[in-house]
């Protein structure tokens, strides 16, 4: 960040500033840690390297099973399109029978529920 001090059109002096926000004490307090790592290595068959750039050269495995989502997808696409197409053409009102029917569900459920009375 700059400051310039003027006077009339003529720069009589400037200053360069800069700013720094150190790390939160949270972050800065945190380390390393090996035995977390040590464990996901273990769990995931990976293992310690010395040079970064090996990270890439390794030869890496393929996926075990390859399954084509998209179809899964655009069924959800699908299935979820219409009401949404129902709710932008006949409002919020349009469910509302939803409500009437799960009402009426629980109370049925309610109502039939063993324990509820005791049998004389």
Known sequence: MGMAQRRSDRVVGSQLAGL????????????VDDTFLREITELTGG?????????????????RIAVEIWPWLVGVVAAMIVPEIALRRLGPGAF?????VVARFR??????????????
């Open 20 to 31: 720094v926000v150190p790390y939160a004490q949270e972050l800065r307090d945190l380390g």
């Open 47 to 63: 293992g310690a390297v010395d040079d970064p750039k090996d990270v890439f050269l390794k030869a890496r495995r393929q996926s």
């Open 96 to 100: 509302s029978w939803i409500s009437h």
């Open 107 to 120: 109370r049925r459920r309610n109502e039939a529920a063993p324990g509820d009375r005791e049998e004389a």
